[in-house]
């Protein structure tokens, strides 16, 4: 087992190993970048430290041991020397980044011994103690678990004591007071004092770096984005340099490329005399990077050049992180840059632009799901938004919701239904459960890569960040303008963020809806190119169905007729047609629904001419287009206490009432729903299907191609399909009288009821194409009810890992999954041109489409808006 590795040893590919900041530490000084000597203590260790139950391997110290002595050969400096004293980093680093998720910690090696070698050695004794006093603080942190706001308090006491704003202004007195101080804290509150002995802290800084794999923020990351729990993290061991040592010193973060549009600039911040995590944390508001080359002309040429030659190695956006001490530049991280989608997209079309990756590459670095996020709504130009504040445009979107203050009422607010802005002065990653429930986030400190711009990026939510004109209170925040309190918005009140410029606005704002940029038009056609799979859409109406086809959708997969029953200008006819007592009657009313029926048909083929449209008869249970059984109930008690009720309203309250009581269901999802509504009232699907035909008639005479296929819902049993499938030819032949059918017209089923699954080879016999409908086909073959699980146990299972993701979004493909399997088996054996696909919630979830391409189906059907990212995902299954 390999437990130490030096950055020289390693490189790129032995990620598993080294961690992703480890390996790329040792690519990078194997191509001679300037990275500051160290090693890594494998993630094989922390498998084996946790396999142990939480004990550090036997003999793994003195292995550590032996590297520092080669560290401090290097470095001619000694760990733990009083004179010129070496002092190191303990960095984590995973597999996968996870991005401030766990713990590190800076200038390792000092005590109050060696911090006057420092002192002396660099002849910079506040420099020496405002090193030492960020040890102390994150030692205290990490090792001991000790909360910041005991230091941060400590801080601010002292700095107001010195009457100084910022920390480079404290004096090397004021730090040396603040070093007593939290000695003292550690002493209390750890029941120990700080290490003296050097090796002890390394000891101490190595295991709680293990330890902070298991951090309860570190695992609701790792659930989020799904990466295993037995990765493992490795420690980088890292001899410090120092951007805090003066005017010619600084820190900072910089993209190769713009991550939040993807333009080809430099993109990033820094800081003067500051070290390691100023930045990020939004201690003080950074500068833009374009600064640096004024304040540091010679260090900025080096960075150029770092990232110019570090992007083309990699072969993309580099996310780095680099300190200039005394005006030389060392490279302390890079990695493959957290984008948006719109930067993605843009990134990827033009490195193939640039002959730097192939279309191939260019499609599989896009990340299907993140593609939702771009065809996500910005605020309508046209509107006028009463603007509070204007901060950074630190990820785009835009976003409604009402103020909360932390991440607790956030999530509570969110589980509640609400929609809900998280609004901090900085985010922490303890906040992340708070920004996972936001719409967006507000911050009011911070630049563009702070922790909550970086987060926000990645899970594709609009952010503003570094709003500085907002002075936060508890549970409410001012707007200062020309130091004047111009507006309060308090919890709950309404705010709208503008996460593409910036803009923090009072109430609700009118949002428009997304259109396909150039590139990713680019980027889908070559998509296009590579897919087998077809995408079709849901869309029950033209404007649906033509948004869908803008978005490349090849065909309507499914037209749920039942959304056409339930407009409100149509809801009286409809139960005129249910409450009818005599045939007659519903005749009457079927007879007033059929050409509203033929112009919603006529509207979908005119939408979708030349390109196949399902179109799914009736499937909910009658009762849902009447009036709700206990308000009528009380309705009618109401009437019958009044005194002067009307007789006739009485009696037409009574017969409503008992009506609904013969059609109430104890489950109506396993009721008189689909076909078996269609066998009892078959007037109702001849009604549909011969407004289909007449519709279909209508648009070819005017020289429309239509393509309406035909799909019969919950169908379990073959005797079903093959008298509905009578039903609908009759229609057909009906509307057609003596003239040739001028289209084909096909006849097909939904696939879920589990029985239909099983049989599918006798089902098979009366359908032209089945359609999975996996909605159903999970609620029936789990047994959980898709409207009451989610709230109550599923959420349970997913968090406690009884199931490895919520089978309506991803498909549940060791059960369901082999249900489709057999049925498609079953299917095409008997008829081998049989067309197949799905058409539930899962058309537009990757792994799921992965799924259908596997198992040869023809097509996915997903809402609209997921279009472009079925097309992606089916190009990614078919490389
Ligand atoms: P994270 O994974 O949270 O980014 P890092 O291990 O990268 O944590 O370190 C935190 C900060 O400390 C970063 O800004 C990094 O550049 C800085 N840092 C880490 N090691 C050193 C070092 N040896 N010298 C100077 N700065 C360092
Ligand atoms: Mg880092
Ligand atoms: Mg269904």
Redesign the pocket.
Known sequence: MLRVVPFEMGNASMKQLLGG?GANLAEMTRVGLPV?P?FTITTDVCRAYYAAGGTMPEGLFPEVQEAMRRLEQAKGERFGDTERPL???V???SVT????????I?NLGLNDETVEGLARSTGDARFAYDCYRRLIQMFGNVVFDLEGYHFEFLLQRMKQRLGVESDHQVTAEGWLSLIGEYQGIILKYAGRAFPQQVDEQLELAVEAVFRSWNNHRAQIYRNIHRIPDEQGTAV?I??????NMGADCG?G?VFTRNPSTGERTLYGEFLMNA??????AGVRTPKPIVKLQEEQPEAYGQLIAAAQKLEGHYRDMQDI???VERGKL?L??TRSGKRTAQAAVRLAVAFVGEGVITREEAIQRIEPFHLDQLLHRAIDPSCRPDVLASGLPASPGAAAGQAVFDADTAEAWARAGKKVILVRSETTPEDIHGVLAAEGVLTSRGGMTSHAAVVARGMGKPCVCGCEAIRLGERAFEVAQADQVAATIAEGEWISIDGATGRVIRGVVQLREPELTAELEQLLSWADEIRRLAVYTNADTPEDAAKARGFGAEGIGLCRTEHMFMSPDRIPVVRGMILAERPEERAEALRELLPMQQSDFEGLFRAMDGLPVTIRLLDPPLHEFLPNLEELAVLRSQLTLRQDADEEELQRVERLLRKVRSLHEMNPMLGTRGCRLGLIHPEIYEMQAEAIFRAALHCSEQGIDVRPDIMIPLIGHASELKLMRELVDRAASEALGSRPCPFTYRVGTMIEVPRAAITAASIARHADFFSFGTNDLTQMTLGYSRDDAEGKFLSHYVEHKLLPANPFQVLDQEGVGMLIRWAAGQGRAVKPQLKMGVCGEHGGDKESIFFCHAEGLDYVSCSPYRVPLARIAAAQAAL
């Open positions: 900041k500051p160290g002092l190191v980093s960095r984590s680093g980044s996870m991005p401030g998720m766990m713990d590190t800076l980088n890292q001899s410090m340099v120092f951007g820190t973060v070290q390691g995590e100023d930045v990020v992180e680099f300190t060392y302390l991280q």
